[in-house]
């Protein structure tokens, strides 16, 4: 696991210890970063969700994104990320967090974000959850143009009755699914 590109290409980061996350393969995260190219990185602002390595934060705070929020609720995750921001040099524009997703997205005054990352436990249906919150009020989670990116099993993947978010591009890598939404109104505009 490594950074892909950037000021901190070709660092090398590290895992969290056990087998409570599942950290993304840098060939996904290439592409994932090649479908987003340099529209959706440069001066933007991120949130990390479930960051376990706080790997795809990093890559986009190397790739020029002005802020990255990383949130986990694992201890050790949180000295993983802060580790592999002191690693990269990349600590500036990073906030780390130490509180559950939900109760972050609860909170009253966020600033809204051009990126939401959702990488959450396998098999627990909690992506669906997160997009249900962020759906219910969308103009509150995510600036003008944002989207919602979330990275899954293939076999986890169902529809889901949205109305305000919808369903953009949706690209598969073996055992990984990336599931990309933004803004239904802004997608009919676009039209």
């Not at 995750?77 to 500036?92: D, F």
């Not at 109305?163 to 803004?183: H, S, W």
Request: net charge neutral; charged share 30%; with cysteine.
């Amino acid at each position: 696991m490594r950074v892909i590109s950037g000021r901190a290409k070709g660092r090398k980061l590290a895992k969290v210890p056990g087998d409570t996350t599942r950290p993304m393969m840098d060939r996904v995260k290439e592409s994932m970063f090649n479908l987003l190219g340099p529209f959706y990185v440069p001066e933007t602002r991120w949130l990390d969700l479930f960051a376990g390595t706080g790997q795809v934060g990093i890559e986009a705070l190397s790739r020029g994104a002005a802020e990255v929020v990383f949130l986990d609720t694992a201890r050790a995750a949180i000295r993983t990320i802060r580790n592999n921001l002191k690693h990269t040099g990349l600590e500036k524009g990073a906030q780390v967090l130490q509180i559950d997703a939900f109760a972050y997205l609860r909170r009253s005054s966020i600033n809204p974000f051009d990126v939401i990352f959702v990488a959450s436990p396998q098999y627990h249906g909690v992506w669906e959850e997160v997009l249900k919150v962020i759906e219910a009020e969308p103009g509150r989670y995510l600036k003008e143009r944002g989207m919602v990116i979330v990275q899954i099993d293939p076999r986890e993947y169902k529809e889901l009755p949205l109305e305000r978010l919808a369903l953009f591009d949706q690209r598969t890598y073996g055992n990984t699914m990336l599931c990309f939404y933004e803004d239904a109104a802004e997608a009919e505009v676009e039209e």
